[in-house]
């Protein structure tokens, strides 16, 4: 590979556009559950199919990735990291053209299967995209540029209640002709407007768009030849590591907590607070925003080169910048009052101090941040009203860093074993179909109040994760004279 790579900013700025996006179309589903359980006046189980088709895919496409690897070599290094990513937005832009007719025909199953394939497009995205972004430039830059675009992949996670919301329950909604109930009534919101097909078509449509416009974008734009050098080992060795096994349960359990959460908040902050949908969206904003916040934080808190004062100079300098950021954009779109996020502002601070606490050691920080947000869970239950909102949508902040800890953690030490363990941990994405729909037959039995008992018992596997499921023990081998392969 040539050491100088001119040309590269490009497409550095058309991937990360990408990474919002797919953090955008994922914070969506967000949006679509209330939509799709009015228009369809499903129970809470039912509306969480959605999460469940769109994480199955990944699941399912991880399975068949991982089959095909283990048995005649990554399928990616043979047709390329940058056929791979086009392949994925144009799987991904089929997915979004489907709500069309799903929409047309009023068609659930159909909306399902439109998430399903969008997920599968996502899947190709999630493995060619991350390593792609690493070899535009420098070996020593990658992670600087790899957390950049994981910013931006929270970028769109956060804008997208507020921008999607507005789009889907008003903008597009306002202009077809509303969708009709059983008693041949308009289907309205819970602020009393009717909602329409076109609120979900006409969204979808666009972002279709944008996906094979961004494809048109790569595919003319200069990039890198890049082939691993890595052997995929046949088999499945990686498995016989018990700290990895524990990582993707530990997968499994952050994506299904933190996905669940945010699926019925929205509907949550109508059972506390009274808040219809387009007021719900955005403190969901909060929600998915406090992981950005979190993520730039920990970039600087794991960040040796800068010490003392002026980490924590810097750090709380993001956080205030980046939650300006956010409330600039929740206000613009809908004239929130400051004074409503006020409370926002004390568990950024809570999670500042559990930054410093944590010592910059990936295990303590999670085993840390999971205690906290039981804390918040438990708050919660025992709670109402605004309290038990807010709490709630503080977790988002302390999700922030566990993808990332818990990723590396897991693939520690595991040699030649680490592309395949990558794989095994991509497959547990699939905690973000099952326990959605877990807390949605908790929430039809109980209420959606009493359902968040669910995300506890996830939370206190990753404390334990943190605390001693991480650690790494010698392997058996046939030898006695060698512990570890």
């Known amino acids: 590979m040539p050491n100088k790579k001119p040309g590269f900013t490009g497409a550095l700025v058309v991937l990360t556009m990408l990474f919002f996006m797919w953090g955008f179309i994922t914070s969506m589903n967000d949006i679509l559950i209330p939509f799709l359980k009015k228009a369809f006046e499903l129970s809470y189980f039912e509306a969480m199919l959605v999460q469940f088709a769109f994480f199955m895919a990944y699941f399912i496409g991880s399975v068949i990735y991982f089959l095909i690897s283990v048995q005649s070599g990554d399928p990616i290094d043979r047709i390329g990291y940058k056929n791979g990513i086009l392949l994925g937005l144009f799987i991904s832009a089929v997915g979004c053209l489907l709500f069309y007719p799903a929409a047309d025909y009023r068609l659930y199953g159909l909306f399902l299967g439109a998430l399903f394939i969008l997920g599968l497009g996502f899947t190709l995205l999630q493995i060619a995209a991350n390593p792609y972004v690493a070899i535009l430039g420098s070996p020593q830059t990658a992670s600087s540029r790899l957390n950049l675009a994981q910013g931006f992949n929270s970028f769109g996670t956060t804008v997208a209640p507020v921008l999607g919301g507005y789009l889907v329950f008003h903008y597009f909604a306002l202009r077809g002709a509303p969708l009709l109930n059983a008693d041949n009534q308009p289907i309205l919101t819970d602020g009393g407007n009717a909602i329409s097909a076109d609120g979900v078509q006409l969204p979808y449509l666009w972002f279709a768009g944008i996906f094979l416009l961004l494809a048109l974008i790569i595919k003319l734009t200069k990039l890198p030849q890049f082939t691993s050098d890595e052997t995929i080992e046949k088999g499945a060795g990686a ?17 299904g907590g933190e996905v669940s959460i945010g699926s019925v908040l929205i509907n949550y902050m109508n059972e506390m607070v009274g808040y219809p949908e387009m ?17 730039f934080l920990g970039a600087i808190s794991l960040n040796d080169s800068i010490k003392g004062i002026k980490k924590n100079v810097m750090m709380t300098g993001v956080a205030i910048l980046t939650f300006f950021l956010i409330y600039g954009i929740v206000y613009l779109e809908s004239g929130l009052a400051f004074t409503r996020v006020i409370p926002f502002l004390a568990f950024m601070a809570v999670n500042l101090l559990a930054f410093r606490l944590g010592r910059s050691l990936a295990s303590r920080t999670l085993f840390i941040f999971a205690l906290i947000v039981i804390g ?12 038990a909102v807010w709490t709630v949508i503080s977790i988002g902040l302390f999700n922030s860093i566990m993808w990332s800890n818990i990723f590396t953690l897991a693939i520690k030490e595991l040699g030649k074993y680490t592309s395949q363990g990558s794989s095994l941990l991509v497959m547990a994405i699939l905690g973000g179909a099952l326990i959605p729909i877990i807390q949605g037959a908790m929430a039809d039995a109980t209420g959606v109040h009493a359902s968040f008992i669910v995300p506890v018992f996830c939370y206190i596997y990753l404390a334990y994760y943190g605390w001693k499921g991480h650690r790494i023990k010698p ?11």
Not at 279 to 295: D, N, T
Request: overall charge positive; cysteine-free.
């Open 239 to 255: 498995l016989r590591y018990r700290h990895l096994v524990l990582g993707m349960v530990a997968i499994f359990m952050y994506v």
């Open 279 to 295: 007021e719900a969206k955005s403190f969901l904003a909060f929600y998915w925003g406090g992981a950005m916040i979190g993520r």
């Open 376 to 387: 918040l869970l438990i708050v919660t239950l025992f709670t109402s009203g605004q309290v």
């Open 475 to 485: 392997l058996k081998t046939t030898t006695h004279s060698r512990k570890q392969p």
